[in-house]
């Protein structure tokens, strides 16, 4: 299945909000004290500022039982994503995220949807208390501190990091840091590594310089740069070291599946995982008018990107045609089948959980998928799921 022609993946033009509405405004002039978790839409925003208050996904909010629902097919997600939270908000512009700059004219930032979902907020001691409370019920394998680009996020995410780990015992549930490269120094990854953090991940999301500088950079009033973000990881390569690395990668933003592909070698190689996300329009963000990715494309970087990370299957074996689009697996269709069979290549991939090392603790339930149409699978498929995965790869029916 063919890539979208780049051109056609345009994001919209970021407009700048209101002078009043800018940084946090509203919320500030509110000023209104939190009063311990807050849920989006629950009533005015008060202000919650890192590292006392953190935000965390829906999914989370579930499992700590401060949200009310079920998760579809789930008992819990075994990862607990916190993300930092001030009344500014996010200062980047990335074209596929709710979290944007450009939605400060819309909606306050801890009312956001991020990954499809909201991310209620709770004060860091609660939540720290809680997973104490909960012992060894606790589902969580690991937690998770997503930085964003504000001027206090390096220091707020140490301050988060180390209240946790005075708390949490290390090898319990590890931590790991989705960071914000460009604020970011090598002393800062160096102190997040001798404050406990487990495992260090980059987002670079764009697989290209092109599509990088098109949907995080300049192209959209936004301050990231893929050197910046490529010189951290190298940083983190040396500090954290093989196997404590990772790299975020968005699937559908422009890219041809040669060129995906080869940062999931290029990372592989260095010692990291890749974490792949399947292009969701996110309501509100500057991309929400164009189309995720075609389920048969998805799938079949899934399953490359697997054999290349845990199969010891060569880059160089995989076939491409002059448009950069896999053709060939460079596997026998047995081997191949077999593969596909366990289902694992399937589940969301991202930092280690403590079950097998291919299997992720971070879940991401739904983040890049409506249930009904699942991209990333946050429970291991079963024979129905997998007939469904089999009709998407175009392999025959078993
Ligand atoms: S830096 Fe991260 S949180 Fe901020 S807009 Fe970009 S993707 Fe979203």
């Not at 012992?135 to 930085?147: D, E, T």
């Not at 001027?151 to 708390?167: I, M």
């Not at 290390?170 to 495992?199: F, K, W, Y």
Request: hydrophobic share 40%; proline share 9%; with cysteine.
């Amino acid at each position: 299945m063919a890539c979208h022609p780049v051109h056609e993946l345009r994001p919209r033009r970021p407009e700048e909000a209101p002078a009043a509405l800018r940084n946090g405004g509203l919320v500030k002039r509110q000023g209104l004290t939190p009063q311990g978790p807050y849920r989006p839409g629950q009533g005015a925003t008060p202000v919650m500022v890192s590292p006392d208050y953190v935000q965390m996904s829906t999914a989370a909010a579930v499992t700590l039982g401060m949200a009310p629902g079920k998760l579809y097919r789930c008992a819990c997600t075994r990862c607990l994503n916190l993300l930092l939270t001030y009344p500014e908000g996010c200062r980047a512009n990335c074209a596929y995220c709710g979290l944007a700059r450009h939605r400060e004219s819309q909606r306050n930032y801890a009312d956001r949807n991020f990954i499809r979902v909201d991310w209620p907020a709770a004060p860091l001691a609660w939540i720290i208390e809680r997973v104490e409370a909960m012992g060894a019920a606790c589902p969580f394998q690991r937690m998770c501190i997503s930085m964003i680009t504000h001027p206090r996020s390096d220091d707020d995410t140490k301050r988060v990091l180390a209240a946790w780990t005075s708390r949490i015992e290390r090898a319990r549930i590890p931590v790991s840091i989705l960071s914000n490269p460009t604020t970011m120094t090598e002393r800062d990854v160096q102190e997040l590594h001798d404050l406990g953090a487990d495992i260090f991940t980059v987002a670079l999301d764009a697989a290209t310089p092109e599509l990088f500088e098109r949907t995080r950079g300049k192209g959209v009033a936004s301050p990231h740069s893929w050197a910046k973000y490529w010189a951290i990881f190298e940083v983190a390569r040396t500090i954290f070291g093989p196997g404590r690395i990772g790299m975020h990668l968005i699937v559908g933003l422009g890219e041809t599946d040669r060129e995906l592909l080869a940062v999931c070698d290029r990372l592989h190689r260095a010692g990291g995982l890749s974490h792949l996300f399947c292009f969701f329009p996110e309501a509100g963000s500057l991309m929400d008018h164009l189309p995720a990715p075609p389920r048969s494309r998805w799938r079949r970087l899934q399953l490359a990107r697997y054999l290349l990370e845990f199969r010891e299957h060569p880059f160089a074996a995989f076939g491409f045609d002059h448009a950069g689009s896999l053709i060939d697996f460079g596997l026998a269709p047995d081997a191949l089948a077999a593969v596909v069979r366990t289902g694992v290549p399937f589940r969301t991939s991202g930092c280690p959980g403590k079950d097998r090392p291919d299997v992720s603790a971070c879940d991401r339930p739904y983040g890049d998928s409506p249930p009904s149409d699942i991209a990333s699978y946050p429970f291991q498929p079963n024979g129905g799921d997998l007939r469904r995965i089999r009709q998407q790869l175009g392999l025959p029916a078993r």
